[in-house]
C-alpha cells in the first residue's frame, strides 16, 4: 500500500522512542510522563455520573455544550478579567491539541510559515506540517531562564509567517513568559498580520506569581487565540476536552472542520469539564500545591548530584536538567539512564536543537517515586 505524501513527511513524536524503551524496561523509576498522578476530583466525577444518569448522551453542537462555553467565558473573565463571548468567541475542542489542529488547518496555506518555541511541545512540529505549514522554531534562551531571544525572534518573522505558538508556562522547560515579552510578541502580531496561539495548557500549574495570560497584554484582542485544556488544571488527560478562545472569525472555521473531523467533543466530557471550570477550585489549588512541593524537594536534590544542574522551574510540572558535564548527547545519555539507572526522563533535543544538553524529567507523581528516583542518580553518579 501507498501512504500519502503527508504520512510520510510527518513523523511522530520522537517521545514515543523513549516510551516504548521505558516499557520495556524492568524496575524502572519512571519521571518521562507528563500527565498529572491526582484522580479526578470527585465534584467533577459526581457532575459526569449524573449526566449519564440522565441518559441522553448524543450529540453536542459543534461548537460545544452552551454551558461548557459559558463556564469556559466565566472563569476567564474571574480569574484574568478577559471578556470573550461564549457564542461566537469559544469553541470546546477535543483537547487542547484538538484546538492546535483545527487552529492551524483554519489558518495556514501551503508553505506559510509558524514560528514555534524551541524547545517546545514535541508535537509541534507535526501538527504544523498536518495543516501543509512550515515548522520555524524560534530559541528560548537557557542561561536567561528559557526566554525568548526577541532580537532572533524578530528576525524569523517573514511575509511568509501566518502564525507564532507561544507556550507559557513551557513544556519541557516549565518557564513563563514576562507580560513584557508577551506584549512584544502581541504588538508584532499587529505589526506584521500574523495570529498568537497561545498554548495555555498549564494555566493553572504556576507557582510564584500568578499567570498572564497572553491575550491580556494586547489592546489589539483580535491578534491572540487562546487555547486550554482540563488536562493539567483539572487532572482529566484522559477526557480529552479543552478550547479556543479567540477572534469570532477565526473560531468560526475551527468549528467547521471540526463538524468535518469529529462532529462535536464527547458529550459527557464536555459537562465534566463545565462542572470542574464552575465549581470549586480547591482541589486545583491543592494539586497545585503539591506539585510546588515536589518541585523544590527534586530540583534542591537533583542540583546536589554532579553533573546535573537546573533551575527553579516556575509553572508546569517538569524539570529541565542540563546534563552536558556528563555527555552532550542527550539521546545516548537518556538510554543509559533507563537502562543502567533505571530511571526514566526525556532527552531535551526531542523538543527542539536548544534542548540539546539537557533532559526533562517530570515531577508529576508521589514524593516516594521522585526519593527513589533521587537515590538511584546518587548511588550511580555520587
Given amino acids: 500500500m501507498q501512504v500519502s505524501r503527508r504520512a510520510q513527511e510527518i513523523q511522530a513524536s520522537p517521545i514515543r522512542k523513549i516510551f516504548d524503551l521505558a516499557s520495556q524496561t524492568e524496575g524502572l523509576t519512571r519521571l518521562e510522563v507528563g500527565q498529572p498522578d491526582f484522580n479526578t476530583p470527585a465534584y467533577i466525577l459526581e457532575e459526569a455520573s449524573s449526566f449519564l444518569d440522565q441518559g441522553f448522551i448524543g450529540y453536542s453542537p459543534t461548537n460545544g455544550l452552551p454551558q461548557t462555553r459559558k463556564a469556559v467565558a466565566d472563569r476567564f473573565l474571574e480569574d484574568y478579567g478577559m471578556t470573550f463571548d461564549p457564542v461566537s468567541e469559544v469553541v470546546i475542542t477535543h483537547g487542547a491539541s484538538g484546538a492546535l489542529h483545527l487552529a492551524l488547518r483554519a489558518l495556514v496555506n501551503p508553505g506559510d510559515e509558524v514560528l514555534r518555541p524551541n524547545p517546545g511541545f514535541a508535537s509541534y512540529d507535526g501538527i504544523i506540517k498536518d495543516a501543509d505549514g512550515l515548522p520555524v522554531l524560534y530559541p528560548l534562551v537557557a542561561d536567561d531562564g528559557f526566554s525568548i531571544d526577541m532580537e532572533v525572534f524578530t528576525r524569523l518573522i517573514s511575509d511568509k509567517t501566518k502564525a507564532v505558538i507561544i507556550n507559557s508556562p513551557n513544556n519541557p522547560t516549565g518557564s513563563i513568559l514576562s507580560p513584557e515579552q508577551l506584549e512584544q510578541v502581541c504588538s508584532l502580531a499587529k505589526e506584521h498580520g500574523f495570529i498568537v496561539i497561545s498554548d495555555e495548557a498549564y494555566d493553572k500549574v504556576i507557582f510564584d506569581q500568578p499567570h498572564t495570560p497572553a491575550v491580556t497584554c494586547t489592546p489589539h484582542k483580535d491578534v491572540v487565540l487562546t487555547v486550554g485544556s482540563s488536562s493539567k488544571d483539572y487532572a482529566m488527560c484522559g477526557w480529552r476536552i479543552g478550547f479556543a478562545a479567540g477572534p469570532a472569525a477565526l473560531i468560526g472555521q475551527i468549528i467547521k472542520f471540526q463538524s468535518l473531523i469529529n462532529i462535536c467533543p464527547n458529550i459527557v466530557a464536555q459537562q465534566a469539564y463545565a462542572a470542574a471550570l464552575s465549581g470549586p477550585q480547591d482541589d486545583t489549588h491543592r ?62 533535543s526531542s523538543f527542539g536543537s536548544a534542548g540539546a544538553g539537557f533532559i526533562r524529567f517530570s515531577y508529576a507523581t508521589s514524593m516516594e517515586v521522585l526519593k527513589e528516583a533521587i537515590e538511584k542518580l546518587k548511588k550511580h553518579f555520587a
Fill in 287 to 348: 494539586m497545585k500545591e503539591e506539585y510546588k512541593r515536589r518541585r523544590d524537594y527534586f530540583v534542591n536534590a537533583l542540583n546536589e548530584i554532579p553533573g546535573f544542574s537546573c533551575d527553579v522551574p516556575k509553572g508546569a510540572f517538569y524539570v529541565m536538567a542540563d546534563i552536558s558535564e556528563h555527555d552532550k548527547d542527550d539521546w545516548a545519555f537518556t538510554e543509559r539512564m533507563i537502562q543502567d539507572v533505571k530511571v526514566s526522563c526525556i532527552p531535551g
